[in-house]
């Protein structure tokens, strides 16, 4: 059941959780307050009705006590004298019973007769008025010196301790005690609780209205923000969604332009030795003709003039330099075929092919490389790495070649370092000279697959070129 009341209470909204438990919260603090102030008033209202009865009752007592300063008794006179005061009705409407008690705390005068010369254990409140002290409180008549007051009927009476002074000064020279109905005061008491209940009930509702009335508004102003707020992270949402699919699309899109790159760089070294090298080749092995004819002519008849042919020697080994030169062209265009090599292959051979190409020594590293890899990193690793290695060699003349390739989660860290004379990387390049390395290109390779490139270099301390190649959202293509 419990259970249930809190699934409830739980799934309301946040003002009705709000409106319930501020209710019950203030029906506990109303009791409690209410409680409180109605027994203050309680108290009060008994203290000061003990007040005034005391004062009253003094005025006609005390003067017939006076010889107590003095004695330890009364005498015979002032003995009867107190008796007619005391019997007076004015004194006896309320005031049910009356006792003197003397220091030695045995009742000097009673309005029961048996009581009179006897001596009762003093009470806390007797004792607090022997100390000069007004004391009243309501009693339930249990105390043995009471009995004649249960006789009477009395359930509970209002006890009175009044102490007695010698006039002119401080000094008690004994205690006057009365019992008053309580009916009167109780009907007092109840009122003056009513009307705090009453004033102590409508200011915690007035609060309470004003608090729900301002939460209420709050609230509303929250739930008013909320729902802004969700529309704002819904857009936001959709942005950062349609976002991840524009870059996507650009990541596929590079993926394919290299990929596409590369085909085209192989159809043009295809089409450089079908096409300008054949023709180069076939110059040559007509230019080699002319100069053996001519060769045979010469030995024939040496009169002829064959100056002409002087510069055949030239134009052979010119066109055999082009021939040279457009062949390394052509093989620098074609990559090896990547689609059935794993990555570590890749690296082997693009580092191999380096030596081989310019008698330097590289020290290769690779750790943790996956078995499959998309095309479009195996190409960007290969160039990346071709690309370094040749600015090693030309720009550090090989020195301190490193090659170092590991996997980390779900990125390829690539790591090209020499130890050559290295340059300033803050230094901007000048008009008129070749970038350094050319950094732009690598950068624009990596970058463009949503990886990184940075470089580390200084003067005469070498130079280290970082990249890294993301595995996840790369390009789709055929390959990938």
Request: proline share 3%; charged share 20%; net charge negative.
């Amino acid at each position: 059941m419990l259970v249930r009341i809190l699934n409830v209470f739980t799934n309301l909204s946040l003002i009705k959780r709000f409106t319930i438990a501020s209710f019950i919260v203030m029906i506990l603090g109303m009791f409690g307050l209410g409680k409180w102030v109605a027994e203050q008033i309680k108290i009060g209202v008994i203290k000061e009705s003990a007040t005034t009865t005391a004062l009253y009752m003094d005025s006609f007592v005390t003067p017939h006590l006076q010889e107590l300063g003095s004695a330890s008794s009364l005498t015979a006179g002032h003995f009867e004298d107190l008796r007619s005061v005391l019997s007076e009705e004015t004194l006896g409407k309320q005031t049910v019973a009356i006792k003197i008690w003397s220091s030695d705390h045995y009742i000097l005068y009673s309005d029961n007769p048996a009581l009179i010369g006897r001596e009762f254990p003093p009470t806390e409140d007797l004792l607090k008025a022997w100390q000069g002290e007004v004391i009243a409180e309501v009693s339930n008549l249990t105390e043995e010196e009471n009995v004649e007051e249960r006789l009477g009927y009395h359930k509970r009476l209002v006890e009175i301790y009044s102490p007695v002074r010698l006039n002119g000064t401080n000094q008690i020279i004994a205690v006057t005690e009365f019992y008053q109905k309580i009916d009167i005061l109780e009907a007092e008491i109840a009122a003056a609780q009513m009307r705090s209940w009453l004033m102590v009930g409508s200011t915690m509702m007035v609060i309470y209205l004003l608090l729900i009335g301002f939460v209420r508004y709050a609230s509303n102003t929250i739930e008013k923000q909320e729902d802004e707020l969700k529309d704002q992270v819904k857009r936001l949402t959709e942005l950062l969604a349609h976002n991840d699919e524009l870059n996507q699309r650009v990541r596929r899109s590079a993926a394919n332009a290299t990929e596409f790159n590369e085909r085209f760089l192989r159809r043009t070294s295809a089409e450089l030795y079908s096409g300008p090298i054949q023709e180069i080749v076939l110059a040559l092995t007509r230019l080699e003709r002319v100069k053996s004819q001519n060769e045979t002519c010469r030995l024939i008849n040496p009169n002829v003039d064959l100056l002409c042919t002087d510069h055949l020697p030239t134009a052979k080994a010119s066109l055999r330099t082009a021939m040279d030169e457009t062949r390394a062209i052509a093989a620098g265009l074609v990559l090896p075929q990547l689609e059935c090599l794993t990555l570590p292959e890749i690296l082997v051979s693009v580092v191999r092919a380096h030596e081989q190409n310019t008698g330097t020594k590289v020290m290769l590293s690779m750790s943790d490389l996956p078995e499959q890899t998309p095309l479009e990193i195996k190409i960007t690793a290969y160039r990346l790495i071709q690309e370094a290695l040749n600015n090693a060699h030309n720009y550090a003349g090989g020195e301190g070649q490193q090659v170092r390739v590991r996997c980390q989660t779900n990125d390829i860290l690539i790591e090209v370092s020499d130890q050559g004379p290295g340059f300033d990387v803050n230094h901007p390049v000048t008009s008129g000279e070749r970038e350094h390395l050319g950094l732009a290109g690598m950068r624009e390779r990596v970058e463009s697959l949503g990886g990184s490139f940075t470089i580390e270099s200084k003067i005469n301390q070498g130079t280290k070129l970082s990249a890294v190649l993301t595995l996840q959202n790369t390009g789709e293509n055929k390959n990938g």
